[in-house]
Nanobody, 124 residues
Framework: QVQLVESGGGWVQAGDSLRLSCAAS????????MGWFRQTPGKEREFVAV????????YFADSVKGRFTISRDNARNTVYLQMNSLKAEDTAVYYC?????????????????WGQGTQVTVSS
């Protein structure tokens, strides 16, 4: 089992930056692709970014490309999502997830473990 805990969310103004963290416990994340997803009320959870289990591959949703970066620190068992130039439409609950030996899948049903989420609110 892998337990994931997100942190770093909050309320910011448009144009600001936030860095989300996802701390894992139970197992090392070095064998897992780590993804970030987000969800707003009444909508399906959507893909934001992923880093493959090797760290060699990253993918981003078109809506965040050029503004968000994803990184992993296997020694700390933590994954980060750096969010710059935030927009009101980035407001959502952000979730991290783990996909065993994943290479960067965008589909939620490929992920084995999920965190509880952290709220990000961007005010315009």
């Amino acid at each position: 089992q892998v337990q994931l805990v997100e942190s770093g969310g909050g309320w910011v103004q448009a144009g600001d930056s936030l860095r989300l963290s996802c701390a894992a416990s139970g197992r090392t994340i070095s064998n897992y692709a780590m993804g970030w997803f987000r969800q707003t009320p009444g909508k399906e959870r959507e893909f934001v970014a992923v880093v493959s289990w090797t760290g060699a591959i990253t993918y981003f949703a078109d809506s965040v490309k050029g503004r968000f970066t994803i990184s992993r620190d296997n020694a700390r068992n933590t994954v980060y999502l750096q969010m710059n130039s935030l927009k009101a439409e980035d407001t959502a609950v952000y979730y991290c997830a783990a996909d065993f030996r994943g290479v960067g899948d965008r589909r939620t049903n490929k992920y084995n473990y999920w965190g509880q989420g952290t709220q990000v609110t961007v005010s315009s």
